[in-house]
Antibody, heavy 126, light 109 residues
Framework: EVQLVESGGGLAQPGGSLRLSCAAS????????MDWVRQPPGKGLEWVSH????????YDADSVKGRFTISRDNAKNSLYLQMNSLRVEDTAVYYC???????????????????WGQGTLVTVSS | EIVLTQSPGTLSLSLGERATLSCRAS???????LAWYQQKPGQAPRLLIY???SRATGIPDRFSGSGSGTDFTLTISRLEPEDFAVYYC??????????FGQGTKVEIK
C-alpha cells in the first residue's frame, strides 16, 4: 500500500525557516518523481515544487523560487522541502504528492499526481 | 501561466441527480494533460480522471470526463452520498507552472 506521511509543519515567524519531510513507503521511491502542493486554509490548491527520481530535474513555482528548496534522499525513501524567508502568505497545508508512472498514465510526461499524503500545516505569523 | 476557471462555484443537487462541472483554460491544454480531483473536508485530494477522460484506478463509472482545447467537463451521472465534495481540475502539461482550478463545491440540495 502506497503511503506518504508528511511532518515538520508548525508555527514560524515571518522571515523564519521550516523543513518539511515526507516519508514514503509501499513503492519503489527512487523511480518516481515527487512534488509538493499547498493549500491555504479554505482555499484552492497550488503546485509548489517538483523533483524527479534522480534529483536531476527540479522545478519551482515563481512564488517560492529562491526561498524554498526541494530535495530527496532515496536511501531513506524521503522527500524534503526546506522553506526559508517565510511569508504570511506561505501559510497553508503542504501535501507531498507522487507523480504517476509513465506506464500507468499512457506514456505521457508529465503525469498527474496519483497519491497524496494527508498534509502538514504550516502557519506563518508573528 | 495557464489559468483554469471552474464553474459554477457551488452546485446544489439532490441524490441521484446528474452533476456537470466545467473547467475553462486561458489557453489550449492538450487533452492528455487535464485531470480532475475530488477533495472532502480534512482529506487530501484524490485523483478521479486523467488525460481528460480516463478514470483512475478504483473510480466508479458514474464519473466521466470529456473535453478538449480550452473546455473540459466532469460529469457525475447519478450523485451518491459520498460524491458531495469539492472538485478541482488540474493541467499538468509541458507548460509550467502546473495549475489548478479554484474548485467547484457539490453540495446536497
Amino acid at each position: 500500500e502506497v503511503q506518504l506521511v508528511e511532518s515538520g509543519g508548525g508555527l514560524a515567524q515571518p522571515g523564519g525557516s521550516l523543513r518539511l519531510s515526507c516519508a514514503a513507503s509501499g513503492f519503489t521511491f527512487n523511480t518516481y518523481s515527487m512534488d509538493w502542493v499547498r493549500q491555504p486554509p479554505g482555499k484552492g490548491l497550488e503546485w509548489v515544487s517538483h523533483i524527479d527520481g534522480s534529483s536531476t530535474h527540479i522545478y519551482d513555482a515563481d512564488s517560492v523560487k529562491g526561498r524554498f528548496t526541494i530535495s530527496r534522499d532515496n536511501a531513506k525513501n524521503s522527500l524534503y522541502l526546506q522553506m526559508n524567508s517565510l511569508r504570511v502568505e506561505d501559510t497553508a497545508v503542504y501535501y507531498c504528492a507522487r507523480m504517476g508512472d509513465m506506464n500507468t498514465f499512457g506514456g505521457v510526461s508529465p503525469r498527474p499526481f496519483d497519491y497524496w499524503g494527508q498534509g502538514t500545516l504550516v502557519t506563518v505569523s508573528s | 501561466e495557464i489559468v483554469l476557471t471552474q464553474s459554477p462555484g457551488t452546485l446544489s443537487l439532490s441524490l441521484g441527480e446528474r452533476a456537470t462541472l466545467s473547467c475553462r483554460a486561458s489557453q489550449s491544454v492538450s487533452s492528455s494533460y487535464l485531470a480532475w480531483y475530488q477533495q472532502k473536508p480534512g482529506q487530501a485530494p484524490r485523483l478521479l480522471i486523467y488525460g481528460s477522460s480516463s478514470r483512475a484506478t478504483g473510480i466508479p463509472d458514474r464519473f466521466s470526463g470529456s473535453g478538449s482545447g480550452t473546455d473540459f467537463t466532469l460529469t457525475i451521472s447519478r450523485l451518491e452520498p459520498e460524491d458531495f465534495a469539492v472538485y478541482y481540475c488540474h493541467q499538468y502539461g509541458s507548460s509550467r507552472p502546473w495549475t489548478f482550478g479554484q474548485g467547484t463545491k457539490v453540495e446536497i440540495k
